[in-house]
């Protein structure tokens, strides 16, 4: 058995390794008190792989390494996984891990959701401003792994029901993403039309394709010039850049990995990647308005340029559309920061640079698309990649209300400010029927006409 001891501010994790004369002590030092129940979790659940464990004996912390295993290593994405394991080690194993898994009642987690929202100490991150509390945004997010993890409990007969399916979550609003207006979106794309600066230029694509495509970050990161017709104006969108511990490339079974981008340093923990999106729904054809293409058209001159003056050996040519001017990938974080500093260089007052990302632009296409489409939600999803309407609705319902808004605006002026018919919007004129034996007769009698006609049908083909 491992235990915990403390040492200064920190906390040591001691315990054996080996047999015979070979047992010898191990100390791993410099750790957190949550890092440290977690390893010691982790390595009595290592121990235990070994031996029979009894049901009723089980931990908590036991249970969710064997379902990290068996059940995370083969669904969850490289980014549900980080998020989900860093979630259970600072949350779950330090306040739960030692309870058995069938003690585990319903008030026992509303005891445990209390207390994280207002006892616990949020665990702080490096480069993140230090919270306060746990907030209930979080909590939300503990709960939805946890309910995950003890369905399969109950699927795998540990326990007879999930006490998480009924538990009481603190009320949480989910906050709505600010979306430039497409006033203002067309106030960036004129700053950034800059075929003579390749970084601004560049963002400047970016932005149409976010835009006219409805990409995330990461699709526009990993859009290449070989999934792109220009022929046809259709974009291919099958991958996505992303930056993965190579430790999980290995372990996730999920993970399709289509290129691995040779990395500058050696020794690092982590590579760039293009993979397949995390859902098939995400794969999807686009197609481009002409404006874009031609401006696709004009990026692709300039690296072509640039690819002549820095050679083979200064240009990394990988084939994206969107790159850095020596060819190598943009993760969506540096689209993110570029895309700030030109809202920064533009100092417009009307635009709330704190709340504007590079993925607000994606919600911004999504609104003009819906009311383009007067509300058609299979072709606004099937440009967007999401999995069902409701995903559309969900999060763009604001902008069907003022849509609905504006109906009822116009059913209190047309009918109950008015007579209280509904007349429909009168018809455009067909033209006239022209016969060809009346207008053959018509010309035959009148040769000026006819001289006029003749006039200018050349003119029109000269034209």
Known sequence: MASIVKRGKTYSLIYYEGEGKNRHQVWESGLSYNAAKARKAQLE???????????????????????????????????????NVGLLENYVHPYLGDKKLRSIRTKTIDDYYHFLLFSAEPVAHAGRPKREKINPSLIHDIHKVMRCAFNQAVKWEYIAKNPFLNATLPEHKERKRQALTPEQLHKVLEFTDRPDIYDYYLIHCAIHLAFACSMRGGEVGGAQWERFDMENQMLYIDRVIDRVDKKLMEKLSKMEVLFKFPNLYPGTRTVIVLKQPKTEGSIRNVYTPDTVTQKLMVLKRMQEKLKGELGSDGYMDYGLIICQANGRPIMTEH??????????????????????????????????????????????????????????????????DEDRKSLAAEMEAKFYQGSGSIEAAPAPKAAPAIDAASLASLLASNPDLLTQVLQSVQFANKA
Not at 357 to 370: C, D, N, W, Y
Not at 376 to 400: E, F, S
């Open 45 to 83: 659940y290592e121990v235990a792989q070994n031996i029979h464990v009894d049901r009723n004996d089980l931990t908590v912390s036991e249970f969710l390494y064997e379902f990290i295993e068996k059940y995370g290593e083969r669904k969850w994405v490289a980014s549900t996984y980080d998020g």
């Open 335 to 400: 689209l993110n920061k570029r895309f700030k500093e030109i809202l920064v260089a533009m100092g417009d007052p009307d635009i709330a640079v704190d709340d504007i990302v590079f993925h607000s632009i994606r919600h911004t296409s999504a609104g003009v698309k819906l009311r383009l489409s007067k509300g058609d939600l299979k072709a606004v999803q099937g440009d967007g990649g999401w999995n069902t309407p409701d995903m559309v609705t969900k999060r763009y319902a604001h902008i069907l």
